[in-house]
């Protein structure tokens, strides 16, 4: 990370004057730069005894609606007292000349995001299956939220969410083909883009929605058995189609037979051994705990792999504008057209559930 690129992130003396306003002024601080993300920025700020979090864009030009920052801080204050998991929200910030663009604060939670590999307390077939319920548990506990009672009735137009989804991705791709495509042109995304206009389902459930849920923005608690302590990333929220996140969800997860994958720097494949739970019995338990069906499971899971395919090029354009220093930005432009190709084999029924 360049210190210029960390500058663009936050002015120093700005935020710890804001933090001093808001919560408490102290002596010891510390902040620091969480690079694991690759969509919002990620801040840890030791405040004297407090361990926080902050969030915000990206700098530079961003394509609507992708990095919500307050929406994400509004649906996460609203599902604090619920049964889903959340880091506690502290504070959210409008003021531009504090670090540049919105942002909001939240307590840190201590425990293991499951990355690249499972803890060692984890490799054990029982606590294994245990990972896996507890990811669909949680989801189905996101749908099962009264919106209306926690204040989020207003918070989307739960009818005809997933012809917007579509309408939406397929804008997002307009949005960063009008620079990438003086690179490379990804044909096959146009195709896909077509089959999910005719396909989308003509009704769907209302639920609120996570829109970015999967194992890795999820943690769990340090001890053991597994257990969900939280989930994150709440920036796509809104009220929607249940089924759309099940389908992005099971676009992360790995069976043994599956083929080679499209972004192999961007997938975990520890859930492949032997205990953990396969997609099929994710979809069962998921249908067992909300009672909704995953009907239309190809438009679904090939709509989930449209929108990963639109983030990556997304990615490679703030590449190629000088706006991240993200290293997997630039390697988008293979692994978008890689995307693409999984689409449309889920489309055709070569990747099957």
Known sequence: ????????????????????????????????????????????????????????????????????????????????????????????????????????????????????????????????????????????????VDYEAVGLGEFGRPAGYTDRQVERWGQQLMWAFEVTADEREVPALYE????????????????????????????????????????????????????????????YWRDAKDPEPAIPELTNRFMERDGYSTRRELVARWEARTGFEFEHERFYRALAVYKLAGLGEMFFRRYLEGNSDDPMYPRMEDRVPALAARAQRIIEGDEPL
């Open 192 to 251: 896909v883009g077509s089959w999910l206009q005719e396909h989308a389902p003509e009704s769907h459930s209302h639920t609120l929605v996570h829109g970015d849920y999967k194992l890795d923005n999820v943690m769990f608690g340090p001890g053991e058995p597994p257990e969900l302590i939280g989930v994150f990333d709440w920036e796509m929220a809104t009220l929607g189609d249940p089924r759309a996140d099940l389908g992005w969800m099971l676009s």
């Open 1 to 144: 990370m360049s210190d210029t690129y960390y500058e663009r992130l936050v002015d120093e003396d700005a935020l710890v004057a804001y933090l001093s306003d808001h919560l408490e002024a102290v002596e010891d601080y510390e902040i620091s730069r969480h690079q694991e993300g690759h969509s919002n920025e990620t801040l840890f700020v030791t405040w004297g005894d407090r361990e926080l979090v902050i969030r915000r864009p990206p700098p530079g030009e961003t394509a609507d609606t992708a990095h919500d920052v307050l929406r994400e801080f509004r649906v996460t204050d609203a599902v604090a007292d619920t049964a889903v998991p959340v880091p506690e929200p502290a504070l959210a910030c409008e003021d531009h000349d504090v670090i540049g663009s919105d942002f909001y604060v939240m307590e840190h939670l201590e425990g293991d995001v499951l990355r690249e590999d499972e803890p060692a307390r984890f490799a054990d077939p029982e606590y294994r299956e245990r990972i896996g319920e507890e990811l669909v548990d949680t989801l189905a506990s996101i749908h099962d």
